[in-house]
């Protein structure tokens, strides 16, 4: 069911309390029965909520709503500007942190794709890199570089 439609529904039945449950979606604050009688100028107790069907599901319906929207935005209800800004300090780390293993990844796949270019193989690409051990030890921490243990087949015996 689509917000119009939603709020068309639920108006006819009890609009005051349609007009509470989008005010406390709109402010993000938490969607429970208690917080709905507390505005609501009609109803005084939560289980006037809770024992009705229809404003039960009512309810339900912006609380499923309510969850949607936060995980759309990624965060978990209400946080106060020193928790929102240290959110926000977090993922621009994160995405410099991302951007700067983009890079370096980029420039690895370059530099295989000259390698074998030149048809030198491997020995082409080991050699690129050994002047950059520490763009190698980055690589092997991201686990861009495969790894193997080479064992020698057995010798078969001529028939």
Known sequence: MDNDSLQQ?????DPE???????????DE?????????????????SSITRSVERSRMLAQYQERQAEFR???GRPGKLSGVAAASALAD?????????SQVALLTAS??????AVGELGG???????????????????????????TVESLPQRRPK
């Not at 529904?9 to 039945?13: C, F, L, P």
């Not at 796949?109 to 000259?114: K, N």
């Open 9 to 13: 529904a639920t108006s006819h039945s």
């Open 17 to 27: 309390m349609c007009r509470v449950l989008e005010d406390l979606l709109s402010r």
């Open 30 to 46: 938490d969607i429970t029965a208690r917080a709905v009688a507390r505005l609501h100028p009609r109803i005084n107790a939560a």
């Open 71 to 73: 995980r759309w935005r």
């Open 91 to 99: 993922r621009d780390m994160r995405i410099a942190e991302l951007e």
């Open 109 to 114: 796949h370059v530099a295989m794709i000259r």
């Open 122 to 148: 491997f020995s082409k690409w080991a050699q690129f890199y050994e002047s950059y051990s520490g763009s190698r030890d980055r690589l092997v921490q991201l686990g861009a570089l495969p790894e193997a």
